[in-house]
């Protein structure tokens, strides 16, 4: 395993933390994610807004507990008294904005696919399915918002989610894999054929 590069953010934390875990396992693999797994992550982005990655996945599995395993159309149900349950949930980031436009982003995903067949289609649309690779050779590099961001930021507003903005969503396309922010050298991105 010496041989294993990663991407320098990750040097940040120990090879046994959360965040390698999830850098190597999940971050930036594209086409492997159902419906739920897409309302998972992007759920998790909602959540960790003004706060860190790590502190989102370290209640990741109060979160998937709290949101019903991210069943879209369980979550989508949940009423104004499940609101005060979650907000009083110890193992969840308490904060009654993110938790309602959770529960209202999960209607809206329900919308969606009932006109498109599935979120995934319809995350993957901007991109006709294709991942954009930037390349990159550094951290410095990446940046926090593009375009691509701004423009899909503007239609999902447009269909209804809330708490979102161009940054949030350009850290979702990457860690949803429509973005290739993996560093070139790193033996975890999807361009590296790994034995």
């Known amino acids: 395993m010496d041989d294993l590069k990663r991407c320098s953010w990750v040097d940040n934390y120990p090879d046994s933390n959360i965040m390698t875990t999830y850098h190597d396992a999940e971050w930036g693999q594209p086409n492997q994610y159902s419906d739920e797994k897409l309302f998972e992550l992007l759920t998790l982005e909602v959540f960790q807004a003004g706060l ?6 370290k209640r990741r599995s109060g979160m998937n507990t709290a949101f019903l395993s991210f069943d879209i159309d369980l ?7 499940d609101i005060e349950r979650l907000k009083n949930n110890p193992n969840i980031i308490s904060n009654k904005l993110k938790i309602t436009s959770t529960i209202h982003n999960a209607r809206v995903i329900r919308q969606i696919r009932q006109q498109r067949g599935s979120f995934f289609d319809y995350m ?15 951290g410095d590099e990446i940046p926090s918002q593009n375009e691509l961001s701004q423009q899909i930021t503007k239609d999902m507003k447009k269909q209804g989610f809330k708490f979102i903005g161009p940054v949030i969503v350009y850290s979702y396309l990457q860690a949803i894999g429509i973005i290739n922010d993996h560093e070139q050298c790193c033996s975890f991105n999807p361009d590296n054929a790994r034995l």
């Open 124 to 138: 993957w649309s901007f991109t006709d399915g294709q991942i954009i690779n930037h390349h990159i050779t550094s």
């Open 52 to 57: 860190s990655w790590e502190t989102s996945l």
């Open 75 to 81: 979550v989508s149900k949940m009423t104004n008294e």
